[in-house]
Every structure is written in structure tokens, then in C-alpha cells.
T-cell receptor
């Protein structure tokens, strides 16, 4: 049981390049989330999904797109990377119906945009 | 605008001492207050959580104190150990009309416990 995994772990992009971050979970969770973590800002929600085929905007969605074609996978795309998107990206998942909806996080992807 | 304000930003404590991290919120719709612990190079993980109907919750050396009227809550780490060195995030959540829990994080506190 791997929990939540993220690919890649590190990436360096040039301004204007595109890339996709992959998140996978093997806990059969309904909800999945993408956060970015910046110094002094905590974790901010980019997009989330409440089930296969659904996505919704979070707190800071601009410049990102997401897709959830399979229940276990949640992809985060950057169409035209900007230096402001330099950050550590975390994926998380949680189960539907629990009283607390504990979120389980992946190990993160460190992205640098030059 | 951050809905959950956390302080201090960093904290250095001697081994065996008490670490205290404070958080404050404004949104009275919040009904669940978890703390997450993050070690370097890892993702955050749930440490302990509390609901506003109790004023304190203790799990081992970790205690949450909750003051509903002041809209403040804090994490106390008793007998702090070097292995507790990590970043701690307070958070607050409420259940939306869709059933999903909307979770908001504080800015984080980097704790260093010196041997």
C-alpha cells in the first residue's frame, strides 16, 4: 500500500514551457487535491476533485489545469510556466463520508521555473 | 487574506522543554481543527485534531487547547524531543453544501528542538 505518490520529485522548467504532474493514490479515495506550498504561505489549494471525471477550482487556480480521468489519478498541468509558479506541489486525497476527512499527502514535487 | 493566522513562524526549544504554537481564526463556520506535522522532504501528515465542543485534547505528549470564545487554539508539545523537529501547520475546516470538507491551513511554524 503506497498511499499517495507523486511524479516527478523534482523538475526545472524554462518560462513558457509546459509540464504535467502526476498524482496517484491506492486508497480508493473519492476526493483528491492539489496544493502549492510557499514559504510563509502555508498550503494553498489549487484545484480539487470530488470524484472521477469532476474537477473544481480552489484558492489559487490561475495558470493551472487538472484532470481526473481515473479515480486513482489526478493530473496537474502547467500550460505556460511562469517564475511565480516556482513552488513545492503536494497532492492529497481523502475519503468520502468520514467525519473528519483526513487528507493524506504525497511526498511533493519541487518545481523551479527559470 | 489568510483565514487562519499562525504564530510564531519559527521556534527553537531545548530538549525536554515545552513547545507552544498558536493559531487564531475568524470564520465561525469552522468546526474541525487539525494539526499537521511535516518533516523535511515529506508531505504533511495529520498529528492531532479537535472539535470545538471540547476545550482540550491530549494524545501522548501532544495537546491541543481550544478557546471557542476567543477563536484561538494552540498546540503544546510536552517534553520536546529532537525528533519533533519539523514544520507544524494548524488548519481549520467546515463541511460544504456538497459534503466536502474545505480545509484552510495556517502559514506554518518551523520547530527546532536542540539536544
Amino acid at each position: 500500500n503506497a498511499g499517495v505518490t507523486q511524479t516527478p520529485k523534482f523538475r526545472v522548467l524554462k518560462t513558457g514551457q509546459s509540464m504535467t504532474l502526476l498524482c496517484a493514490q491506492d486508497m480508493n479515495h473519492e476526493y483528491m487535491y492539489w496544493y502549492r506550498q510557499d514559504p510563509g504561505m502555508g498550503l494553498r489549494l489549487i484545484h480539487y476533485s470530488v470524484g472521477e471525471g469532476t474537477t473544481a477550482k480552489g484558492e489559487v487556480p490561475d495558470g493551472y489545469n487538472v484532470s481526473r480521468l481515473k479515480k486513482q489519478n489526478f493530473l496537474l498541468g502547467l500550460e505556460s510556466a511562469a517564475p511565480s509558479q516556482t513552488s513545492v506541489y503536494f497532492c492529497a486525497s481523502s475519503n468520502l463520508g468520514t467525519s473528519t476527512d483526513t487528507q493524506y499527502f504525497g511526498p511533493g514535487t519541487r518545481l523551479t521555473v527559470l | 487574506q489568510q483565514q487562519v493566522k499562525q504564530s510564531p513562524q519559527s521556534l527553537i526549544v531545548q530538549k525536554g522543554g515545552i513547545s507552544i504554537i498558536n493559531c487564531a481564526y475568524e470564520n465561525t463556520a469552522f468546526d474541525y481543527f487539525p494539526w499537521y506535522q511535516q518533516f523535511p522532504g515529506k508531505g504533511p501528515a495529520l498529528l492531532i485534531a479537535i472539535r470545538p465542543d471540547v476545550s482540550e485534547k491530549k494524545e501522548g505528549r501532544f495537546t491541543i487547547s481550544f478557546n471557542k470564545s476567543a477563536k484561538q487554539f494552540s498546540l503544546h508539545i510536552m517534553d520536546s524531543q529532537p525528533g519533533d523537529s519539523a514544520t507544524y501547520f494548524c488548519a481549520a475546516s467546515f463541511r460544504t453544501y456538497t459534503g466536502r470538507r474545505a480545509l484552510t491551513f495556517g502559514s506554518g511554524t518551523r520547530l527546532q528542538v536542540q539536544p
